[in-house]
């Protein structure tokens, strides 16, 4: 992503939401994307680059951009093979949860209602429905995932789903997203470092804070 020409995107936009569209957050109007908000992936990726490929130089930090290629010095084939091992489950590592969101997915889910909404660009859904299940606190009937094949999709489903506030990592999303009237909450990650007007927040404690009680 250009820093550029996102700064001038960011200062066109900025001041565009006022604070009371993060109060209150509930399974009724705001959802989840999974991969770097809800499922350490990144972590798994350079888990995969060292046990499968024998790569043992990447750092969390190197992953400055969501484009692989233009940041990390690997092959493009190499990059390929490991989200192909991440997408189809077939890496026999562990996929963790980031830091904090089981208790705070708990707490979110206590007061009934809705199912939470996990809307993900994955090309399915089974795989990471499947993860979900197994390392959230949430019943599967609590758990709604929809895999739109695509960032640009998700607007749509959300839009369909009544969702008003989404949850995402991933800066472009978040600009896609506001210009069809969701509300982004960026979700801190060393590949969305770049200006923009949106809330954010570094962990799960301060999403917890936004949450009606």
């Known amino acids: 992503m250009d820093a550029a020409i996102e700064k001038d995107l960011a200062e066109d936009l900025q001041g565009q939401w006022g604070e009371g569209a993060f ?23 350079i888990d995969i680059a060292r046990e499968s490929f024998q790569i043992d130089h990447l750092r969390y930090e190197d992953i400055s951009t969501y484009h692989l290629d233009e940041c990390l ?15 189809d489950g077939s890496h026999g590592l562990q996929l963790h949860t980031i830091t904090g969101c089981r208790r ?57 789903e009544g969702i008003r506030v989404f949850v995402e990592d991933r800066l472009e ?11 982004p909450i960026l979700y801190v990650q060393p590949w969305n470092r770049f200006p923009h007007p949106f809330r954010e927040v570094a962990s799960w404690g301060e999403l917890s804070a936004m949450m009606a009680g």
Not at 77 to 83: M, N, S
Not at 110 to 131: E, H, K, L, Y
Not at 173 to 183: E, H, K, N, P, Y
């Open 73 to 87: 010095d690997l092959a493009p084939d190499t990059i390929e093979a490991i989200i192909r091992q991440i997408l």
């Open 173 to 183: 999303t978040c600009f896609l997203l506001s210009r069809s009237g969701i509300t």
């Open 104 to 160: 705070v997915m708990a707490q979110f889910a206590a007061n009934g209602g809705p199912p939470v909404r996990f809307v993900t660009a994955r090309p399915g859904a089974d795989v990471i429905r499947s993860w979900l299940e197994h390392n959230l606190p949430l019943r599967p009937d609590q758990i709604e995932v929809v895999a739109t094949g695509s960032f640009e999709a998700k607007a749509d489903v959300l839009h369909a």
């Open 23 to 45: 109060r209150g957050l509930s399974p009724g109007t705001t959802a989840f994307d999974v991969d770097g908000v809800i499922a350490d992936t990144m972590r798994l990726f």
